[in-house]
């Protein structure tokens, strides 16, 4: 191929479009869709791209050659030129920002100057290339004249943060080392441990060799001389501190009679394989997930298992690298770059062939993959909040259907959407109903408050439940959705409410008043004294989970209770710890946000309250039922994980609320058919797609004015077009100003035969603006569901 069309990396939102460059001779052959290059861009200017096709047909305009190519190890892989074509198509995500989702910050280049010495100078000679450090001693002043001068040529030239290197690796040059361990002293303990460790092992960076047997570079170079292992010089990608060993034995449980058929009608399917694993907790999901693994990587295929958070992935990674004899990838926000790199030339290369990770896992460079699985898949943690605004699951299907790859969703109360999937044949369901431990599920049980005084916090109910709890030396979790000590402070005289300077929120209140901050910005504030307008004392609204705390430590002294939000779990190592010292009983009670609804085991917990299921119910979504459901069952199930009986007691003013009986009766197959039918019924997902555009600008005005006019050219539009679908006039959101920025939305109900014409005038109305919408001084966007 003679030309590529390539995708450039500038922020060019208006510019969605490819650029057409020649490929010089000496790189033909060598480039194809996914090559990473570097291109002249404007004048004297040089950017990064990717290359997102080839072609012999010349352009019918002059066209100027790439410039440099970087090695096949960086170039996309096909997977990832995938899934950019799915953002695109679905989330309306321009072309350089489907590039950056798929591109692991750590592969970014970065501009970096640099000088050829073309006249010598100094110390320099002819022919030098210096950096910008190298030439620190002289100022920036110097440089210019040194340039113009002739002295000193300046490039432009990319390169990656983080720079190669070289690091050596320990090669095993016979897999069996049984002899090498009987040629070997006995009192040689150094030596005997460096060969008992790679035993399992074909290769190790040095390093990690050495710490992990405690040996010296002297005794390995004694082991190198006998002939038992070699020094090889590799790149530094391949280098990696996380580096899963694996040398113990295998533990894989056979599966059980059910488990079993769940796997068989999995692999009866026609490939490509997709299903829906609904089990309740403790059923063994994660079990199926590795039998189905293994076969994948039996027939040398990957495997990507997808979990929402990340700080319930070190028990499954325990399982998958304890019952699995494979290298497993972990992704997440928190490795170090140097470990991401590693992880991510590996994944390239087809050296691991397990992924674990949450959801940008699903933009990992494969190679060869054969199978997604997602866990929890109903989790909201699944969907990006910011651009492009995929969703994990959506787009897993998209790439599963588009490569022929296996997919398995696996939940205990598996989404709306995913069972309209089963309904219209998509996915076939599969049911693990069975929990493993034997253990009874936990009672559950309403509590009604309304003729309690109003403040009430722990009913008598729950305090005696507690109560009893305690006396039999059992713990508590108390689910309390409300961070810091009171939702907002409010004047009882006027109304007056203590809001955000920068965002229409109110400040919640923490500390019992002590400080304040807004959730939405950051901003915090110390106290906050009387009422500004009429001078009253002010009073705090809405009960935190911090003033919970409290009462409860008046009601039970002596007890000790710990407090567990999304805050206290950002510290992951104080978090573990906190959680162990739960386990060890030193801790009577944990009162949590819904981070503590997930995933949690204690055997010694019999006792789950709910202290105000309203706030769940009352959120401004359709979703929040559906939400409510899976919560109030996660949320009950942390009690009774053990022999001992658990029960989970609910607080709510609505004790009548239909949504109560199907929990009660955990009836969820009667919930997801009436949840279905009403929004059938009103016209809610999955039965229609809703669109909702954002606008945001500095100026109220401008944003009124701005959605004024999408609303009024799409309700045209969609009328004039015949298109099945209805816009309404824009509205603002539950909190209309965030960091001094005015937000609007505009809503779309969209029948499913119409969405692809609507994506489309989308398409062309905000991302190219094609028919001039959009305004400068706004920002504009579009989320999508269903
Ligand atoms: P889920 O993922 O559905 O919540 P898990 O896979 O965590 O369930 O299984 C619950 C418990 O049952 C775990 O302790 C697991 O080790 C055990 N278990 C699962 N499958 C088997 C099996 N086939 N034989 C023995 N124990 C099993
Ligand atoms: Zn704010």
């Given at each position: 191929m003679r030309y590529a069309n390539i995708i450039i990396n500038l922020k060019t939102r208006q510019l969605d479009k490819l650029f057409t460059y020649a490929i010089p001779p000496q790189f033909r052959g060598n480039i194809s869709s996914g090559h990473r290059v570097v291109v002249p861009f404007g004048r004297g200017q040089y950017v990064e791209g990717v290359v997102w096709s080839t072609t012999d047909r010349a352009p019918d305009f002059k066209v100027r050659p790439i410039a440099q190519i970087l090695p096949d190890c960086y170039a996309l892989s096909k997977t990832q030129q995938v899934i950019m074509t799915a953002l695109r198509k679905y989330y309306m995500a321009t072309y350089q920002e489907a590039y950056l989702s798929v591109l692991p910050s750590v592969q970014k280049l970065d501009k970096i100057v640099v000088y050829n010495v073309l006249k010598a100078f100094d110390d320099y000679s002819v022919g030098q290339r210096l950096d910008a450090q190298q030439l620190a001693d002289y100022g920036t002043r110097q440089l210019v004249e040194k340039v113009k001068s002739g002295q000193l040529e300046k490039h432009l030239t990319f390169d990656f943060k983080h720079r190669k290197k070289t690091v050596e690796w320990v090669v095993k040059r016979y897999s069996d080392l049984s002899m090498a361990l009987q040629k070997v002293a006995k009192r040689a303990v150094k030596k005997q441990r460096i060969l008992k460790h790679m035993a399992y092992i074909d290769a190790l960076p040095l390093g990690d060799l050495c710490k992990a047997t405690r040996a010296t570079r002297r005794d390995l170079v004694a082991l190198v001389e006998a002939g038992f292992f070699e020094l090889e010089k590799r790149d530094w990608q391949y280098q990696s501190a996380s580096w899963q060993v694996q040398s113990q034995p295998l533990e894989r449980p056979p599966l059980s009679a059910e488990q079993e058929r769940v796997v068989q009608a999995y692999l009866a399917q026609a490939e490509p394989r997709g299903a829906l694993l609904n089990g309740v907790t403790g059923s063994g999901k994660t079990r199926v997930y590795i039998e189905l693994a293994k076969r994948a990587l039996q027939s040398g295929k990957q495997v990507l298992m997808l979990v929402p958070e990340i700080s319930l992935t070190p028990q499954l990674v325990a399982r998958f690298s304890s019952q699995l004899t494979s290298d497993i990838g972990v992704i997440h926000t928190y490795i170090k770059p140097a470990d991401k790199i590693a992880i991510y030339q590996r994944i390239k290369s087809g050296d691991i062939k397990i992924v674990i990770g949450a959801r940008s896992a699903i933009f990992a460079p494969f190679n060869d993959l054969g199978l997604i699985a997602i866990d929890e898949e109903h989790e909201y943690s699944y969907k990006s909040e910011t651009i492009p605004r995929y969703h994990t699951v959506e787009l897993a299907l998209a790439l599963a259907k588009e490569m022929k790859i296996d997919i398995l969703l696996g939940s205990a109360t598996p989404s709306i959407k995913t069972h309209h999937l089963v309904d219209v044949g998509a996915l076939q369901a599969l049911y693990l109903?069975?929990?493993?431990?034997g253990s009874k599920l936990s009672d559950i049980q309403i509590v009604d408050m309304t003729a309690l005084p109003s403040g009430t916090m722990i009913s008598a109910p729950l305090y005696n439940a507690m109560k009893a709890c305690f006396e039999n030396s059992q713990q508590v979790i108390l689910f309390h959705n409300r961070k810091g000590y009171a939702r907002m402070r409010q004047c009882h005289s006027c109304g007056y409410v203590h809001m955000c300077r920068n965002c229409a929120v109110p400040m919640t209140v923490y500390e019992g008043g002590r400080q304040f901050a807004c959730h939405y910005c950051g901003y915090r504030e110390p106290e906050v004294p009387d009422c500004p307008i009429c001078g009253e004392r002010m009073a705090d609204i809405g009960i935190g989970i911090e003033q919970i705390e409290s009462e409860l430590r008046r009601l039970f002294p002596g007890r000790k209770f710990a407090v567990i939000d999304a805050d206290t779990t950002r510290n992951q190592t104080a978090y573990r710890a906190l959680l162990r010292e739960f386990e060890d009983g030193k801790i009577d009670g944990l009162i949590g946000t819904q981070v503590l609804a997930k995933g949690l085991d204690f055997a010694n917990v019999t006792l789950v309250g709910v202290l105000l299921a309203d706030q769940l119910i009352h959120m401004p979504d359709y979703n929040s039922t559906e939400r409510a459901y899976q919560l109030l069952t996660q949320v009950a199930g942390r009690a009774g994980r053990s022999t001992l009986h658990g029960t989970a007691l609910i607080q709510t003013y609505q004790p009548e609320h239909p949504l109560f009986d199907y929990v009660i009766k955990r009836d969820f197959s009667g919930f997801v058919r009436e949840e279905k039918r009403l929004r059938d019924l009103v016209g809610y997902p999955p039965y229609v797609t809703i669109f909702t555009i954002k606008v945001q600008s500095e100026n109220k005005l401008k944003a009124f004015q701005q959605g004024q006019r999408i609303y009024e050219f799409y309700d045209k539009n969609f009328i004039k077009n015949q298109i099945d679908a209805k816009v309404y006039p824009p509205l603002e959101p539950y909190y209309g100003k965030i960091r001094q920025q005015y937000h609007l939305q505009i809503v779309f109900k969209v029948a499913k035969r119409s969405r692809a014409a609507v994506l489309k005038t989308l398409y062309y109305g905000i991302v190219k603006n094609k028919y001039n919408l959009i305004e400068p001084a706004c920002w504009v966007d579009v989320d999508f569901d269903g």
């Open positions: 109903k069975r929990a493993f431990s």
